[in-house]
């Protein structure tokens, strides 16, 4: 399977639907709704083949997602991190800031661990600020049609501990108004855990000590469900009443 993942509208409206049947907290009737699409893209890691490669099969899913039918194309795309493969090499960075203009809709990047760490691993707080300059916030917030996506930078889970606090502090205070919302999604590049949310730390999973944070927030939030990358495949699952999707 081609690394770079496309989701497209029908994962959507299957996560819409199971909530409106009850999985999760609509807070208004949900006749009031009105459905959209978006698209998800994750890990482009441009550079991890070859740059010209990497940048061509970037280019190919921009120009999928805009020649969707008028009926499903996507509102926006978000990318879950992993945007270049090395963040130092500043050529794979620009080619990745040119296919990003070739989308005809906004596009919403936060980081992955190739974004701001050296070896995929050790955190940087200089690759992090070279990344707000070339790329934009490590976080953000969307609002559409009364959904609320809230983009986190999953590096700093297992960054310095501050900094960690920091966002997570951040984090609560854009579910404080849930409440206003039908849905809410939240995207970031680390799944929370893969098989159990008890299992140990690892690579591809968040770090225990910030992921029980995690998951009681979401739970308390209501959070229909967390978006994340990181694996290269699609998986999915439910915990407690929240969609996990990887990609
Ligand atoms: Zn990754």
């Known amino acids: 399977m081609n690394r770079t993942t496309v989701l497209g509208g029908w994962a959507f409206a299957l ?23 978006f698209a998800i893209i994750s890990d482009p890691q441009i550079g991890m083949v070859a740059l010209e490669r990497d940048r061509t099969n970037f280019a190919k899913v921009a120009t999928a997602i805009n020649t969707l039918p008028e009926t499903t194309r996507p509102k926006f795309v978000l ?22 203009h070739e989308f005809s809709m906004p596009v919403y990047p936060i980081p992955g661990n190739h974004d701001v760490t050296t070896d995929g691993k050790t955190f940087a707080p200089a690759l992090l600020a070279s990344y707000r300059t ?48 039908r849905y809410v999604f939240v995207f970031e590049h680390h799944p929370l855990f893969l098989n159990d949310a008890n299992e140990p730390d690892q ?10 944070k995690l998951l009681h ?31």
Not at 89 to 100: C, E, I, S, T, W
Not at 234 to 243: F, Q
């Open 79 to 100: 990318i879950t991190g992993d945007l270049v493969d090395d963040a130092n090499n500043r050529p794979a960075g620009a080619m990745f800031r040119q296919v990003l």
């Open 15 to 37: 996560i819409l639907s199971a909530t409106c049947l009850g999985g999760g907290r609509p807070p208004l009737s949900c006749g009031q709704f009105s459905p959209f699409t």
């Open 203 to 212: 690579y591809y999973n968040t770090p225990s000590m910030w992921r029980s």
């Open 134 to 181: 070339e790329f934009g916030a490590d976080r953000l917030v969307i609002k559409q049609n009364e959904c609320l996506f809230i983009g986190l930078d999953s590096q700093l889970w297992r960054g310095p501990e501050e900094l960690a606090r920091q966002q997570f502090a951040w984090l609560k205070q854009q579910l404080h108004d849930r409440n206003n919302y």
């Open 217 to 247: 927030l979401f739970e308390q939030g209501h959070v229909t469900g967390v978006l994340t990358g990181h694996l290269h495949r699609n998986e999915s699952g439910l915990y407690h009443g929240i969609a996990l999707s990887e990609f």
